[in-house]
């Protein structure tokens, strides 16, 4: 996979990073026991402070995403497959959930608009669980431009 993030986005890039790792999880392009590189390797790649990186795995690590420990750095802890979520995370993800929805309907997306959305976005994942005709993986799992960094299984930055 490629790490690809946004430096003039308003979106902070230590969050733009911890996303696009959540995304590479879902996608299945970061799998259970994946090395991610290091955050000194990866600050020097996207041309970022590493305590910058340092805060998106620390997010990640506190999600339960990450396992960190300085012998083996940064390994991917949980997949789509790793059974179900743990206790509480439903009732948290779901309320973030409803203020996105939230967002979407205020800026005048209805319902199934919403609903179709959703459905390509899952799709992108490759889980099968479409929700909108013609989706599938890849539709609608856009990232922006930018400063890109290899991560994954590919070696020296090729696509995983």
């Not at 497959?81 to 309907?105: I, K």
């Not at 609903?115 to 992108?124: I, M, P």
């Not at 479409?130 to 431009?145: C, I, Q």
Request: charged share 20%.
């Amino acid at each position: 996979m490629i790490l690809s993030i946004d430096l003039s986005s308003d979106v902070p890039i230590y969050q733009q990073i911890r996303d696009r790792v959540v995304e590479a999880i879902a996608a299945g392009d970061l799998a259970e026991g994946s090395a991610l590189p290091s955050t000194r390797q990866l600050a020097g790649d996207l041309g970022i402070n590493f305590h910058t990186v340092n805060k998106a795995y620390d997010l990640l690590r506190q999600e339960g995403l990450l396992r960190l420990n300085r012998k083996s750095g940064a390994v991917v802890q949980r997949d789509p497959g790793s059974g179900p979520p743990p206790p509480g995370f439903t009732e948290e993800w779901s309320s973030r959930l409803r203020t996105l929805l939230a967002e979407a309907v205020a800026q005048g997306m209805d319902g199934t608009a919403v609903l179709e959305a959703c459905g390509r976005v899952v799709g992108s994942f490759g889980t099968g669980a479409d929700m909108a005709p013609g989706t599938g993986p890849g539709a609608g799992h856009g990232v922006g431009p930018d400063v890109k960094s290899g991560m994954g299984r590919g070696s020296q930055g090729e696509p995983a």
